[in-house]
């Protein structure tokens, strides 16, 4: 007779602690396992209501200004260090891992119309409507020198007003807009350059942070151009349907920007092809004010006039994540902070305010079993984020009831607007070669 004794090693068997889990063994065979897609639906519908349940975006404010913030900047190497300008002329830096104001200055008499870095981060730049130009120190020994023995900025005068300004990510060289685009070196007290095509004002200019001597604008005559800065002349520019407000590059793509529009969208273009935008990116019941992308280059936050701050995947066109208080008003300013885990903005009634990115993120350290869950967790909502019940869940967002009755009424108006161009098409009041694309049809003209 053959007896088969059942052996077991007590090290594989028994816990090492009494905070570690019991040893289980599981056989994955899937035969054994025939309920096993309906299980992880489950677990993934139970994953994303939790998900919903814990999102609390909200991190804090930073209040101290005395009137509304209207533009903000990061420090190219501290991940903590942001710089706000508000409309009296006021500049304060802040720490956002203490949520504390470590600096003021009082620069400019009337708005603060932009602001940047230099690359070392040892200097910043602002602008304003006094026409002036001021460069001031931005290290740790001026920081925390007494408030008497502090170096003063040096000021730049100007003949025009200022709208923006950017850094070159190299050079000594900054950009600033106005009725004219004009190239500045520190060192210098008139312009190196200027750039003009058109004859509005030109509200906004960015360099490219990968093709570093390429600068995009944008003006009052709804055109947005490109320059290259060693060149003369410009490179080429479209004329849009309505007037766009604010510029960004894509970190990670060299060719691609977004901007943001008058007409509540946000148009992705390739500059090499500007006859067709890359994406349309819609949600947003008023006009678009501010737009800045994630260093990571796979999403941006947009600020609106209708009081919400939203995040948008850089290929989709709809935005995945919606925030609002009932205190914020007009949104003039927002950034992504360094490590892409926040998101800021700045608005009318004087405060900053700090969001998550990720709006169920936990914020603090995770221990390697949490980890493991929330991977497993984000594998399943991903397999299943098609099945109806998890992505309306996924999807469902509240808004202020404003925003909401804007979103029915313009979703009606572009429903009425397309069946009249279909019921124009049947009766062949236009011809199907004058009908435009979504990504075309914002597009006046291409000029070179």
């Given amino acids: 007779m053959k007896v088969k004794v059942l052996s077991r090693s007590k090290e594989r068997h028994t816990r090492s602690t009494k905070n570690d889990i019991h040893p289980v063994a599981v056989n994955v065979d899937p035969k054994l396992h025939p309920f096993e897609a309906p299980r992880e639906y489950q677990r993934a519908l139970n994953a994303t209501k939790l998900e919903r349940a814990f ?29 706000s300008g508000a409309c009296d002329g006021e500049v304060r830096l802040w720490d956002l891992a203490t949520q504390e104001c470590i600096h003021t200055a009082d620069l400019h008499h009337g708005f603060v119309q932009g602001l940047c870095t230099t690359p ?25 020198a007494p408030a008497d023995e502090k170096e003063e900025a040096i000021t730049l005068v100007s003949k025009n007003f200022f709208t923006g300004v950017d850094h070159h990510r190299k050079q000594d060289l900054f950009a600033t807009s106005g009725p004219v685009v004009d190239l500045w070196s520190t060192a210098r007290s008139e312009p190196i350059t200027s750039f003009s095509w058109g004859a509005d004002t030109v509200t906004t200019v960015k360099f490219n942070p990968v093709e570093v001597n390429v600068l995009a604008t944008a003006a009052d005559d709804r055109n947005i151009a490109l320059y290259d800065a060693r060149a ?64 990571t280059g796979r999403e941006f936050v947009s600020g609106s006039y209708d009081r919400t701050v939203r995040i948008f995947e850089y290929n989709r066109g709809r935005s995945r994540e919606v925030y609002h208080t009932k205190r914020m008003q007009r949104i003039f300013a927002v950034k992504f902070s360094g490590d892409a885990k926040y998101v800021l903005s700045g608005s009318d009634e004087m405060s900053i305010r700090l969001w998550k990115a990720n709006a169920s993120e936990h914020i603090g350290p995770k221990s390697a079993r949490k980890q493991a869950a929330e991977k497993y967790d984000a594998s399943l909502k991903d397999r299943f984020k098609h099945h109806p019940e998890v992505k309306r869940i996924a999807r469902h967002r509240r808004t202020p009831k404003d925003v909401y009755t804007a979103k029915r009424v313009k979703s009606t108006m572009e429903s009425a607007a397309k069946a009249r161009t279909e019921n124009a098409l049947k009766h062949k009041s236009i011809k199907a070669s004058d009908r435009k694309s979504e990504r075309q049809k914002h597009i006046v003209e291409e000029v070179e």
């Fill in 55 to 83: 999102a609390k975006p909200f991190v804090g404010s930073l209040d101290g200004h005395k009137d509304g913030v209207f533009c903000m900047t990061k420090h190219p190497h501290r991940l903590s260090w942001m710089l």
């Fill in 120 to 144: 070392s981060g040892d200097h910043f730049i602002s602008v304003g409507q006094d026409k002036t130009i001021r460069v001031a120190r931005l290290d740790d020994e001026h920081i925390a």
């Fill in 232 to 295: 003369a002349t410009p490179i080429r520019k479209i004329i849009l349907a309505m007037r766009t407000n604010a510029i960004c590059w894509n970190p990670m793509e060299a060719f691609n920007f977004t901007v943001a529009n008058e007409d509540h969208n946000l148009y992705t273009f390739d500059m090499r092809k500007l006859k067709s935008a890359l994406n349309v990116h819609k949600d947003h019941v008023s006009a678009v004010l501010d737009v800045d992308y994630s260093p």
